[in-house]
Structure formats: C-alpha cells, structure tokens
C-alpha cells in the first residue's frame, strides 16, 4: 500500500454494534422455538434407544387412572325395587290371558291349537284351556294373576328370579287340579323378572368414592435408565417418563437458549471483526451493515420454522433442500461485496446445519441423522459459491438467472455425493434431489434479481443496473453536459475508456469507474465558457480576471458539481469521483501565475476542497483526468513524450500524498502507467499524409461523374460465364 494513513470507513464502535445487532438477530433465528415439537404417538415404534437423562419422580397419569378404573369396575351398582316392573308385568299378564279367551271362543279347532301353541303352551295346558268351562278357566287367571302379583311384590334380582319361578307350583291354591295349577304356573313363569333397577346416582357415587380411595401412583426414574429401546413399541408409561425428564416439554430448555446464545454471539463476532479488519470496500455505511445483517438472517429464520415441517424425511423426498437459501449469499455479492458474500454463505450453511441438531428431538420415530445434517451444511454452505462467483459485477439479469442454475447444478451434485453413501439409498431419491435442487437454485436466482434493485435503493446501495443506466449517453446530466459543454463532455468520454481499462486491470471496479469520469467533472454546465476544452478563440474570460478569481472559478465546479449530482440523485459512489478527482490538489495554473507576481500568496486559496481519492476507483480517474490533460496540452505526442508525461504525472500524484488513502499498491500504478500509455498511444496515432487528388479525379467531381456506371462491373471483375440451359450436358 501507498500508506497506512487511510481512514477506516468502519469504526471499532460501528463493528460492535453491527456485532451486537447482528447477535440479536441470530438469536431470534435460532431460538430453539419450532412450529412443532417432540411429537410421539402411543403405538409408535421407536428408532432409536432413549435414556433419562436426568432424574425425575412424577405421578403417572395412566397408572393411575387405570387403578382408579379397576376399583370403580370392582363397586357393583346400587339397586332399589321398581314397583312399575310389577305393573308392567301384569299388564302383559292380563293381555297374555284376554288373547287365551278370544283363542277359546273360536270354532276351529284346529287354529285354536296353533294358536294355542304360539302362547308357547305345552299339549297338556293347551289340552286344559280347549277343555275348561268358562268359570273355571276365568278362576285359573285370576289365581294366576295373583300368584304373579305376589311375586312381583318383592325385590327380586337377577339371582333371585330363578328360585322365584321354580316356587310358583307351591304358590298355586290347592283347590286346583293338577292341569289347572299347570296351566297358571306356565302362565305366570315367563312373566317372572327381576323388579331391581340400578340407582345410576348412587352407583356414580360409591364409584366416586372407590376412586378417590386409590392414592396416585408414583414411577421413580433414574438418569441412565432406558426409557425406549430401539424398536420397541410406544406405551402410555414411556410417553410419561419422556415429558418428565423433558425430552418432550414444549417448554423452552435454557440448555438450548444457552447454546443458541453463545453461538449466535460468536458468529455475530466473526462477522463483525472480519468487516472491522479487513474493511471491505463495498461496505462503507450503517445501511450496508443493517443491510448485511438482514439478509443474513432472514433464511435461517424461515429455515427454522420450515425443516421441523420436512424433516425427518422418513419419505425421502429431500424437501428439506428446496429453500432458496443461496439468495442471501447472491444479494450480498451482487450489492455490498463478494468476499463478504463467500463468508456469509459459509456460516449460513453451518447455522442451518446448527438448526437441525434441535430437530431429532421433534420425532423419537425417525429421526435426523449426521448425514442430513451434513448435506444441509454442504447444499446451504457451497453451493451458494457457484452463484456469488457468477454475479460478481453482473450487468445483466440474465446472469443471476445462469447463477441460480449453477446453485442448483451445484447442490445436485454435493447431493449426489452423499448419496452414495448412503445406505438407505434408491433410485427414486435421484428424482426429488434433482427437483429439490432445481427449484432451490432457480427461486435463489429469481429472488435475487428481483429483490436486489428494492434492496440497493433501499439501503443505498449502488447497483450494477443503476450504473449501466448511468452509463448511457442520453442520460439528462450527460445529455445537459453534451449540448452546453461539449469540450468537456468529450474529455469525460476520453479519461472514461483511458481510466475504464486501467480499472479492469487491477481489479478495481471498471464500470464504476466509467461512470465516475462520465460525471467527473458535470460541475463544469454552471460556467462552460470558463473551461478552457469549451472555449472557442486564443481569448479566455480569465485574462480580465485575477489568479485568485480565476482560482475561484476553477475550484467552484467542484462545488457546483456536487450539488448538481445531490439534486439528480446519484449513487453516493458515483457523486465520490466529483471531489475526489481534484483532490486536494492546487489550481497549479493560476497559483503560479499569482505567485509570479506574489511568492508570498497563500496557497491555501488554490487548493480543492478535496478530499483526497478514498478507492481505487477514484484515484484511477484522478491519474487519467490528468494524463489525458497533459499529453493533450502537449505539442509532442511521440510514443517517448507519452511515455515520459505519464509517468511524469504519477510521480506527481505520490509525491503530493494524494494516493495515500486509496487502495493502489506499486503493482497496481506500474500497471496503470502501461494501460495509460498504450492508451494514449492508440489515441494520438499518427496520421498518414495523402497525396493531392490527380487530375482526373478533380475532372469528374467538378462534372459531378460516377466512377463508374450504376450496376456496371469494375474493370478488373472476371467475365461472368454464359448461363447453361437446361438441357446442356
């Protein structure tokens, strides 16, 4: 470097409070809170061993509740007489009898049988009841009817039925016959039950107290006890001791916050100190880092809340690679910087691989293994590097388009590289990894073209299309300085392709560069007649005005040009080349013709207001504008005056210190000086002398002839030969 006296466009204290704003921001990222968390089923297998892994004492719910069920099932149900069983029941009763009298009056003898026998009656009542006088059998119902009213009169349960019906012989008046106490025994049996119902009050109340005398049962569970083995079924117990020991509490482990915390802290340091030692040169603003800080942690954001949706991906279809993660790294390039970006892109794919170490314990039934977690490192991580080495200095939106089709060809392949070792591998998976991949690079390119002209504007940031835009001729600044300062307008196109060149050889940005000398001197439309390239004639306004006025003059299209290129609004970079091209050089003409007069003067009055070139970008067009002055000031412009006025002039610039805070080393101005030179060579090219036009030609313009006749061949043209027919042979 020319000198270590650049100033740091990041301050120690701007780094660390980009750093403590960025670890806030990672830390919302990867706070261990995801839209679903421990998630197991009763039934479920599990995949893999899971032990306590700490101590716990709790009261199983299950346990519990299956004793208290066994001691309530254990109470039988509360039973009290239901007097309306006895009703009902003779209510069947006397209806069972009314059908046997109408069966009675009947002729047919034989349909009385029958029907006789649908009253389920043995031959031997049905016998008695066909032979029976009225009176009598009218005296076995009503003994009938009583004998079952008697025996409804009592609580009878389930148990006591039986014994009920077996005593109805005995309950028959002795005054019957054998037939006829038959007869009303079978009569009566059948209408026998049971006249308990079951208080479902009391019943609910004595099971109530059943359960409330079965204390709660307690499961003791030591660290290092196993609580699942690998596939062995799921139980109500497991799912238990798995919510005590906190392996499947939806609350938030400090463990976890802990661990998101001291890493978010450290990447956020990482970042900071990188910005704050290596000062890159596209970050120069607190927009930039807010910038920086947003589009970093945006995708690990969306991240965290979308793979505990696909993984585990106990599909297979590698969803979980589909995020257009690689917009991030691609935005950072193409806006701020692409170093910046390939460290951006790295730590985005470790924090996301970070992410899902938290996620095997969303699923104990499949969970997420080292592979995966690999594969989100690599495909988050790398692939992103096609990308960002694709859009550096893109001018084009086709590039970012061909960018994210490199992501995506990338990611395939770092997929395809972990597929083989891949013992649960197939076919099929060939498919959705190409899919996935597809989609994730071609969104990330879309995205990024999409959003980095809102975001540039946004965070001021200049971008490539703003600067082609710029670069157009018919741009109104351009335009303004074409029709009212056209000596100017052609120097600033002349120190554009002589400073352009330059740039693009070492490294800096060449079309930032070409812009900046288009506007360099856009100052110079306030007072065109005051520039020497726009006036026409030997007399200039400065021989009736004093070295200080013409001094004044000179230094206010500065001034003016930065005003003119506040009110159009040109990129913060661009404006930088207004000042910066001057330096804080002197007016040297009109200096030294004041001190001629006055060795005295001040020569702080002939100085620019400068400052001093801050890039290389600037300091490149400060070399140009002035070489391009000289050797056209120049009588002689033989390849060795050349040659000497440009190193002449960059000698000039590092002896005054006005390179000392740009980023040019001595490489980098020894090949300046080569570009300038050949420049200029091919510039200022000798001409060849023509000779006078002979005589002839002075002829035939006075008569205003043709060299030759319209359509006519040359003298010199071959004859053409004569067209063949047909039927030539």
Known sequence: MLSRGKSRPISFVTAVAFGVALGALLLIALFPIFPRQFHV???????RTVKAPRNASFESASLTQQKRDDAAKAVPDSLVYDASVKSKQLAAYDQATAQVAQIRAQTDAARKRDALSALQLSSRSIDTVLALPNDRWQAVAAEGRRVLQQALSVSLDDASVKSAKDSVDSQIAPEFVADEALLAAELVRPLIVSTLTVDQAKTD?????????????????????????????????????????????????????????????????????????????????????????????????????????????????FLAFILPVATAPILIAAL?????????????GMLIAFISVFLPDVSLVASVGPLDTQRLALVYGVAPLAGIFLVHRADRLNRYLTAGLAVAL?????????????????????GWMAFSAFMSGTSSGVLAAGVFVTVG?????????????????????????????????????????????????????????????YYHDIGKVLQPGMYIENIQGAETPHDAMTPLESADVIQQHVRGGVELARRARLPARVQAFIPEHHGTRLVAYFYRKAAESDPGVDPAAFQYPGPRPQSKETAIVMLADSTEAVVRASADRSTERINQLVDEVIAERVSEGQLDDSDLTLRDLRTIAESFKSTMRAVYHPRVQYPEPTAMETRRRMLRLPLRAPGAAPDNAPTPLPRRRRFDR
């Open 410 to 430: 990338t990611s395939f392949l770092l997929l395809l590289a972990t597929w083989f070792i891949d013992g649960d591998r197939s076919t099929g998976d060939l």
């Open 457 to 517: 504007v946004l965070f001021g940031v200049t971008t490539r299309l703003q600067l082609m835009e710029l670069s157009q001729l018919n741009a109104p600044l351009l335009r303004r300085l074409q029709d009212e300062a056209p000596g100017t307008f052609h120097h600033s196109i002349i120190v554009g392709n002589l400073a352009e060149r330059a740039a693009d050889l070492v490294g800096a940005d060449a079309l930032l560069t070409r812009v900046g000398c």
């Open 205 to 317: 109340q004595a099971r109530t107290t059943a359960r409330a005398a079965v204390p709660p049962v307690r499961i003791s569970v030591q660290k290092g006890d196993v609580i699942l083995a690998a596939d062995t079924p799921v139980d109500e117990v497991a799912v238990e001791k798995l919510h005590a020991v906190g392996l499947s509490s939806n609350a938030v482990e400090w463990r976890n916050i802990v661990a998101a915390a001291l890493l978010a802290a450290v990447a956020s340091a990482a970042i900071a100190g990188y910005l704050l030692v290596l000062q890159p040169r596209g970050i120069t603003s607190e927009r930039h880092m807010i910038a920086l800080a947003m589009v970093m942690a945006l995708p690990l954001l969306v991240a965290k809340f979308y793979l505990p949706l696909v993984l585990p991906d106990e599909q297979r279809h």
């Open 41 to 47: 089923r009763v039934g479920d297998t599990a995949s």
């Open 336 to 348: 701020l910087e692409t170093d910046v970006a390939v460290v951006i892109a790295a730590l985005i």
